[in-house]
């Protein structure tokens, strides 16, 4: 029998009812867990929460700890669990061709890489329609930076800084946050510019972002002008002409940053220096790791809501549902280029993936998930930004769809981060209510809410109004 929420915060916050029962717990007892993490898992893998949850089964929107407590999931695994944790629909295909087959490897042709291939690139604009399956989002950067490199003869790839692109040696150097970085050479031919951050960045002002929240700074520009816009392009620019050859192989961004904390930059920034790269010889490539599979809820891909086409496109993550799977989707020419030698992966587009991959297709449209990610979240942005009003400690509410990001400051003037000890206490107060909220940014100041795309407005209420309690907890352990 499930276990009634007993919270160590006291909040006025009901959690919304759920029919799922998860099944007893049998496994080993949590302190034999927590010894085997110590001794037996390597330390880079580090966990959330001064006691590490000890989570033991997923239902859609929700997950249930080894004691039967319940969380609503805010992070979706790293916003992977795209339709829905244990989705029924996912389930049943791929319990299926587990009985059927697992794995041939395609140097043969099978049902599901074919239909696969077909109903996802259906999902993108000419002449985007060529796929190459891969197993993780850093595999598919680091692709991508390769068939750049391949298809120009140029060597150059440029991504802005703040990035997150991928913890492989390749993808290391496109990547642009110091935690991520070890002491070893990497990014040889990756440089970085200028993040166009109209929150955190030198400019920035009222109406930059499509969002249906702004910041809270000023500005005076008039209808269809954009003052920060034009800076961060002249930024770019500066790169293009000081820092790499007069040609290079592309530019790298995500539509909106992920483990950043969710940055968007101006309106068309995207779109002018995607022409700014094309001029140069190189290839436009859009990370939708995060993005991607109407998460932004006005539209299936992220880099739609920016008004281009790239050349390239890497999609993981919500690809799967949190099966190991990855995509770059490209042009038929630039897929010939790679033909000219072998480049093979052993399992890459297997059955289970591609099953699984179409199934997850199929719930997005079945449940609407792409319309839910933008009424559930244009509702939580104007919620959370109610909280920016009500509290001096919450500096910018962003993003778009189910793609948010709440940037924790020590005041609004300022905008210093709040001191990591004190997010991971609002994290923590949050948890200990019932609700799991990510974190990200150059200093880990700012919450990620990015949840299964099912999450209801009832959901939102809830999660809230925790969080609400969470800050003002805060403010009174700070009085």
Not at 23 to 34: F, G, H, L
Not at 153 to 165: A, K, V, W
Not at 234 to 241: G, H, I, W
């Amino acid at each position: 029998r499930q276990q009634k929420w007993k919270s160590s915060v006291s909040t006025q916050a009901r959690m919304p009812p759920c029919d799922f029962v998860p099944e007893k717990y049998e496994s080993y007892p949590y302190e034999r867990m927590q010894k085997i993490r110590e001794q037996n898992i390597a330390p880079s893998l580090r966990t959330y929460y001064r006691k590490p949850l000890l989570l033991h089964q997923g239902h859609m929107q929700w997950l249930f700890d080894h004691e039967g407590r319940r969380y609503l999931d805010l992070f979706a695994g790293i916003v992977t669990v795209s339709v829905g944790h244990c989705h029924p629909k996912v389930t049943m295909a791929t319990q299926k061709q587990l009985a059927r087959l697992w794995h041939t490897t395609n140097i043969y042709m099978y049902p599901a890489i074919h239909e696969y291939a077909e109903k996802l690139t259906s999902l993108f604009p000419d002449p985007l329609k060529v796929v190459y399956l891969t197993n993780s989002g850093s595999e598919a950067n680091d692709l991508a930076m390769f068939m750049a490199r391949v298809h120009t003869r140029n060597f150059d790839i440029i991504s802005l800084r703040g990035g997150y692109h991928g913890g492989s040696p390749y993808t290391l150097g496109l990547t642009s946050l110091t935690p991520y970085k070890h002491g070893v050479a990497n990014g040889f031919g990756c440089t970085t510019t200028m993040l166009p951050d109209v929150f955190r960045g030198p400019w920035g002002g009222s109406h930059c972002r499509d969002s249906p929240v702004q910041t809270v700074r000023k500005c005076s520009c008039t209808e269809g002008a954009c003052l920060a816009k034009d800076q961060y392009i002249e930024q770019f620019k500066d790169t293009l002409n000081t820092s790499v050859p007069k040609t290079v192989a592309g530019f790298i961004a995500e539509p909106i940053q992920g483990v950043n904390g969710a940055v968007q930059y101006p309106r068309n920034f995207l779109k002018e220096a995607y022409q700014l790269i094309r001029e140069r010889g190189g290839l436009c490539i859009s990370d939708e790791v995060q993005t991607g599979f109407g998460r932004t809820g006005s539209h299936f891909w992220g880099f739609q809501t920016h008004g281009v086409v790239p050349d390239i496109v890497t999609l993981a993550k919500g690809i799967g549902n949190g099966f190991p799977m990855a995509a770059v989707v490209t042009t038929e020419e630039i897929a010939s280029s790679l033909a000219q030698n072998l480049h093979f992966n052993t399992f890459g587009g297997n059955p289970l993936a591609c099953v699984v991959g179409a199934a997850v297709l199929d719930a997005i449209e079945e449940d609407r998930l792409q319309k839910n990610s933008e009424v559930v979240g244009t509702y939580m942005l104007l919620e959370l930004a109610k909280l920016r009003d009500e509290f001096e400690i919450v500096g910018d509410v962003r993003g778009k769809g189910l793609m948010i990001g709440v940037e924790m400051v020590t005041d609004k003037d300022s905008r210093r981060p709040l001191p990591a000890e004190e997010v991971s206490q609002i994290m923590e107060d949050c948890k200990n209510m019932g609700v799991l909220i990510g974190r990200g940014g150059l200093y880990s100041q700012t919450f990620r809410i990015k949840p299964p795309m099912c999450i209801t407005k009832r959901d939102v209420d809830f999660a809230v109004e925790v969080f609400r309690t969470a800050l003002q907890k805060h403010v009174d352990r700070a009085a």
